[in-house]
């Protein structure tokens, strides 16, 4: 059971939006804005999407964005396109001897 | 731009030590950021932090694993290492390593970038 929580699945049509969440505690997510995102293509490494909860870094789309409310986080991919489908990953830095957690990954499927 | 390799043997034996080695191009790994990490993946599962090192040498590891793992680092040759003891069918995953950033000195490290390709590791007899 990973520390952080994700849904299992989203899907969405192209063009459309989606959002997935990343629910944690005061100790990581609701703590700090510290919060990152991956996104995993079958056979490749993680490649980072947002970092600090809002922040793109130089390359990635702007139909990626990022907030945050209470203890959770949420991603959202606007103007959804099938390159997109993937797993998502949210990670967080955790003020403890963990130091980091992990949500278990969300599958997005493109219809 | 700073490039991560993985190297190291497919398949281990149970009860055995697990070793890797992360090579880093383009860039020192001496300089700049914090830290350098491990990460795992199990087939078909989510991502485990293993640990990471400062370029000091100072270590951090997950406190599930911490009785058998050692990080180490190796700044004459741009690399650093992990060794993972008594290993056993659950040990099995992909394995990344993974540069953490953050983006002030007055803040923690709370991102990975870049990762490496990873390294399928098995364990099996």
């Known amino acids: 059971q990973s520390a952080l929580t994700q849904p299992a699945s989203v899907s969405g049509s192209p063009g459309q939006s989606i959002t997935i969440s990343c629910t944690g505690t005061?100790?990581?997510?609701?703590?700090?804005?510290?919060v990152s995102w991956y996104q995993q293509h079958p056979g490749n490494a993680p490649k980072l999407i947002l970092y600090e909860v809002t922040n793109r870094p130089s390359g990635v789309s702007n139909r990626f964005s990022g907030s945050k409310s209470g203890n959770t986080a949420s991603l959202t991919i606007s103007r959804l396109q099938a390159e997109d489908e993937g797993d998502y990953y949210c990670?967080?830095?955790?003020?403890?001897?963990?130091?980091?957690?992990f949500g278990g990954g969300t599958k997005l499927t493109v219809l | 731009q700073v490039q991560l390799q993985e190297s190291g043997p497919g398949l281990v034996k149970p009860s055995q030590t697990l070793s890797l080695t992360c090579t880093v191009s383009g860039g020192s790994l001496s300089t700049g950021d914090c830290c350098w990490s491990w990460i795992r993946q199990p087939a078909g599962k989510g991502l485990e932090w293993i640990g990471r090192i400062y370029t000091s040498g100072i270590t951090d590891y997950n406190p599930s694993l911490k009785s058998r793992v050692t990080i180490s680092v190796d700044t004459s040759k741009n690399q650093f290492s992990l060794r993972l003891t008594s290993v056993t069918a659950a040990d099995t995953a992909v394995y990344f390593c993974a540069r953490e950033r953050t983006s002030s000195t007055w803040y923690p490290p709370n991102w990975f970038d870049p990762w490496g390709q990873g390294t399928l590791v098995t364990v099996s007899s």
């Open positions: 990670i967080s830095y955790r003020s403890s001897s963990t130091l980091w957690v």
């Open positions: 005061s100790s990581d997510v609701g703590g700090f804005n510290y």
